[in-house]
């Protein structure tokens, strides 16, 4: 692993950081692919934002930018950026001059969940729930507990991601990717407004679709849905788009949506 922190080579952080201490900053991970960072506006600009959500100060984009092309050694391989307030007294109030801390790592490209299954990935439904709030939805904030206990929920390893439902049992998410489903000729995703993550991947999804003239919506998602939709995928920053083959052991509808953009995907 190849670490900066504030710039300097180190791998170790203050033990007040707030993003140690409560979950107080946000992350990026991101997919270096033949030496270039994958939809890396895309990623600077949701820090940005949550950063801005947050009242972080957000890291300027230049240093970041030099930041992950000095970590990332090799071609293909991973930058994980975590931004959080900084270091503080104990207690939660946010401190009004706190420096934020940056890290940037860079991590062997992985072996992707859905690898050990090429025909199509395998998933299933998590019991865990998604909490709503709405100050928080949208951001890829440190605060990950949920998603944790989800993924502990299985260790079968053919299975390469768990569903997640909100409180009211509608669709959210994967535990670290976002969901596709067609239906018809329309592709829809949850609305992450209450919960879930903005994924960059998903927002690259829904721009392609609008480019191609593809009617592309956010919508309340049932279940049950995906088992009517005519193809199913799961997207994140590493995996592009998962074709879904099989959820709680259901054979779904299999398309070609999610294949022809990751052919678009390979090109950028
Ligand atoms: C909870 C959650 N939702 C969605 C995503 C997908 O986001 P992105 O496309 O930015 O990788 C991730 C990625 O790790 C995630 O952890």
């Not at 979950?23 to 600077?44: N, S």
């Not at 104990?90 to 860079?106: E, K, Q």
Request: net charge neutral; hydrophobic share 45%; proline share 5%.
């Amino acid at each position: 692993m190849n670490v900066l922190v504030n710039g300097e080579p180190a791998t170790t952080i203050d033990v007040m950081d707030r993003g140690l201490q409560y979950g107080d900053g946000l992350f990026e991970t991101i997919a270096m692919r033949k030496g270039r960072p994958r939809l890396l506006a895309y990623h600077l600009e949701r820090l940005a934002e949550g950063c801005n959500r947050l009242g972080i100060a957000s890291p300027d984009a230049a240093v970041l930018g030099r930041e992950i092309a000095k970590t990332a050694t090799a071609p293909d391989c991973v930058v994980k950026v975590i931004v959080t307030r900084g270091s503080s007294g104990r207690g939660y109030r946010p401190p009004t001059n706190a420096a934020p801390t940056r890290i940037v790592a860079a991590f062997p490209w992985p072996v992707l969940a859905g690898e050990r299954t090429p025909d199509g990935a395998r998933l299933r439904f998590c019991d865990t729930r998604l909490s709503s709030n709405t100050r928080l939805a949208g951001l890829k904030h440190l605060g990950r507990l949920e998603q944790v206990l989800a993924r502990g929920e299985w260790d079968d390893e053919d299975i390469a991601e768990g569903l997640m439902l909100d409180e009211a049992g509608m669709l959210v998410c994967g535990t670290q990717s976002n969901l596709f489903v067609l239906a018809g000729e329309e592709l829809l995703t949850p609305r992450v407004d209450r919960c879930g993550v903005a994924g960059v991947m998903r927002r690259a999804v829904l721009e392609w679709a609008s480019r191609r003239g593809m009617a592309a919506r956010e919508v309340a998602m049932r279940p049950q849905d995906l088992f009517a939709a005519a193809e199913v995928f799961v997207t994140n920053a590493l995996i592009g788009a998962l074709p879904v083959r099989e959820l709680d052991g259901r054979v779904l509808g299999r398309g070609t949506i999610a294949v022809e953009f990751n052919r678009w995907l390979a090109q950028v």
